[in-house]
């Protein structure tokens, strides 16, 4: 190691400590950062605000983490396709939420369920109708995105996916177990062309909307990089406020090009 007689800029040391942290925690709140670094909460603000100019970190709107951008996790290990659509999406969700008001998640398959990766919720001006959390797993055939997303995704992965259903022991399932009523609801999304809820999905994985019912309703449409679908966003409403078909007519085109440019700059990774 080289030993210069100059000191060390403190501020840069600094820098360091958080970049690290937050490389090997992936993401973390203000509060954890704190606690991790032992720095005051504002010296942390002004290093995470530098930090961010720079494009070397970024923070998730949905629970307000920061985590460590793509240009500096090249340096350490390959960036898998979900962390770089995540940070991708989450300014173009922002961007979509401000024009149409109404909030957002963007989910991925789980196999033989969606789960939220992101969502706009936390800056949308419709305070009663938080989405998420970051984690959540969705019902893959009644939900707005696991609809699309199963619609619009391989035949070979649909079977895969259709399997595991049919296989499931979750009440939330069971319908996957009518091949008629699956290929109908299918084809339904296809000619829409974006996903919506089934009558009688009310937000509950597994019960009916008899059972439960979140007072909402949603549309998706899926993110596709070449002849794969990577992900959904959606846009849910207070469903008393509008119906589907009138949402769709307002709102369907915004939500496409929102996907649209997603899909875009993850095709341009790829170039």
């Known amino acids: 190691m080289w ?19 937050l ?36 923070r998730r709107m949905a629970d307000k983490a920061f985590l460590p951008s793509v240009a500096w996790r ?19 969700l922002e961007t979509l939420c401000r024009r149409v008001s109404w909030p957002s998640v963007l989910a991925a398959p789980r196999l033989d369920s969606m789960e939220v990766i992101e969502t706009n919720s936390p800056v949308s001006m419709v305070s009663h109708i938080p989405l998420g959390p970051v984690g959540l797993r969705v019902n ?12 619009y995704c391989s035949e070979g992965e649909r079977g895969a996916i259709l399997a595991r259903l049919r296989s499931s022991g979750r009440p939330g ?59 959904c966003v959606n846009l849910t409403w207070t469903a008393r406020f509008a119906d589907v078909a009138a949402i769709a007519r307002k709102h369907l085109a915004a939500l496409r090009e929102a996907t649209d440019k997603i899909a875009r700059a993850m095709n341009e990774d790829r170039a």
């Open 173 to 231: 399932d069971a319908v996957a177990r009518d091949e008629r009523w699956v290929a109908r609801r299918l084809q339904q999304v296809r000619e829409s062309g974006y996903g919506f809820r089934d009558a009688s999905f009310g937000g509950h994985f597994d019960k009916t909307r008899r059972e439960f019912d979140d007072g909402r309703d949603s549309i998706a449409t899926p993110i596709l990089v070449g002849d794969r679908v990577i992900g």
């Open 140 to 151: 893959m055939l009644r939900s707005a995105t696991g609809a699309a997303y199963l619609a």
């Open 23 to 58: 490389q090997e925690s992936r993401a973390m709140e203000l509060k954890d950062l704190h606690q991790a670094t032992g720095l005051p909460k504002a010296t942390l603000l002004r290093v995470l605000t530098t930090l961010q100019s720079r494009g070397l970190v970024w």
């Open 74 to 92: 090249l340096r350490a290990h390959p960036v898998d396709d979900e962390t770089r659509l995540v940070e991708v999406a989450s300014p173009i």
């Open 3 to 21: 030993e210069g007689k100059v000191k060390s800029i403190r501020a840069l040391e600094r820098a360091l400590d958080v970049l690290q942290v």
